[in-house]
């Protein structure tokens, strides 16, 4: 059974730097053909697809996010990370890490971001 937790700050000042962990257990972040994607839902919104990174360790972004996001991965630890740089109130949402490409098979529960000063 995979699991994924992501964990992070709760709440973040406009201007700075969003950074979110993904940890993944119960499978490989390596596991050839995998891919692990960052997914949010602002409130009242539907779901926002952020990027992705592959098993090679490619990385795919949305192209609204792109200037904006990074996702890298530490093997040794089997953890993702998500960097959303110079946040506004807009980027207040639930942050999900999920398993899967253009269809998703695990999902962690979530956490929620507050962007305010």
């Known amino acids: 059974q995979v699991m994924l937790q992501e964990s992070g700050p709760g709440l973040v000042k406009p201007s700075q730097t969003l950074s979110l962990t993904c940890t993944v257990s119960?499978?490989?972040?390596?596991?050839?053909?995998?891919?692990w994607t960052w997914i949010r839902q602002s409130p009242g919104k539907g779901l926002e697809w952020i990027g992705n990174?592959?098993?090679?360790?490619?990385?795919y972004y949305s192209p609204s996010l792109k200037s904006r996001t990074s996702i890298s991965r530490d093997t040794s630890k089997n953890t993702l990370t998500l960097q959303l740089n110079s946040v506004t109130p807009e980027d207040t949402a639930e942050y999900y890490c999920?398993?899967?490409?253009?269809?998703?098979?695990?999902w962690g529960l979530g956490t929620q971001v507050t962007v305010s000063s």
């Open positions: 999920v398993r899967g490409r253009y269809e998703f098979d695990y």
């Open positions: 119960g499978g490989s972040i390596t596991t050839n053909y995998y891919y």
């Open positions: 990174i592959g098993y090679t360790g490619s990385t």
